[in-house]
């Protein structure tokens, strides 16, 4: 079936550093994708979004890349901070006859651990 | 703070018990849905709920029952469950179901039965 997966697990950088998580999905009716900040306890938190006809977007110190062609989606920090530390889920939204039902699939998550 | 709200934030039951978890956001969404997560496990969809209409069931136990009173209320009714059902259960909001808008989330209830 359909999937959305993440290339890396885990991730630990170095304070001040650049991260780059990376997210592959398979389903080419998705048309939004979004990423989520899960820190320990809580529920998913929005970080940005992009629809499919943009292949880019920049928030605070995040930004998303999209490449359609191979199926790509990946979330840029900026200036990685120890609060960052938090696994971070990619979502797809894919389309069923060209409907949105809100079904989001998330793919399995990258733990990202920031070092002072 | 998440603008979604859940409560309990932890429940503990026997696999007799019927209890109910509850969900509610004042942000004006006419979309809600119920995700179950499991331990390093992505969100997994259980039920939405579209203006207050049950629109998509994922081939959930029958033992896991919700409800949407009105637009800014989301209830799960828990009864008879397995210990496997153990996880943390996500409620989510969004303006509605189409496509472009994000679903926000609660902290959620994390269930334990013993």
């Known amino acids: 079936g359909e999937s959305v997966g993440l290339h890396l697990p885990t991730l630990s950088v170095q304070e001040g550093d650049n991260s780059i998580i990376n997210c592959a999905y398979s389903n080419s009716a998705s048309d939004y994708f979004i990423w989520y900040k899960q820190e320990s306890g809580k529920g998913p938190q929005f970080i940005i979004d992009i629809r499919s006809n943009m292949d880019k977007r920049q928030g605070q110190r995040v930004t998303v890349l999209l490449n359609k062609t191979v199926k790509h989606l990946s979330l840029q920090i900026a200036a990685t901070q120890p609060g960052d530390s938090a696994v971070y889920f990619c979502a797809e939204n894919p389309l069923y006859g060209g409907t949105s039902y809100g079904k989001l699939t998330f793919g399995q998550g990258t733990i990202l651990t920031v070092h002072p | 703070d998440t603008e979604v709200t859940q409560t309990p934030k932890h429940l503990v039951m026997g696999m007799t018990n019927k209890k109910s978890l509850k969900c509610e956001q004042h942000m004006g969404h006419r979309a809600m849905y119920w995700y179950k997560q499991k331990a390093k496990k992505p969100p997994e969809l259980m039920f939405v709920?579209?203006?207050?209409?049950?629109?998509i069931n994922e081939s959930v136990p029958s033992r896991f029952s919700p409800e949407c009173p009105n637009s800014s209320l989301l209830n799960l009714h828990l009864h008879a469950l397995q210990p496997e059902d153990s996880a943390l259960y996500l409620c989510?909001?969004?303006?509605?179901?189409?496509?472009?808008?994000?679903?926000?989330f609660g902290d959620g209830t994390r269930l334990s039965i013993l």
């Open positions: 709920y579209s203006y207050e209409k049950l629109s």
């Open positions: 989510a909001s969004s303006y509605w179901t189409d496509s472009n808008q994000p679903q926000h």
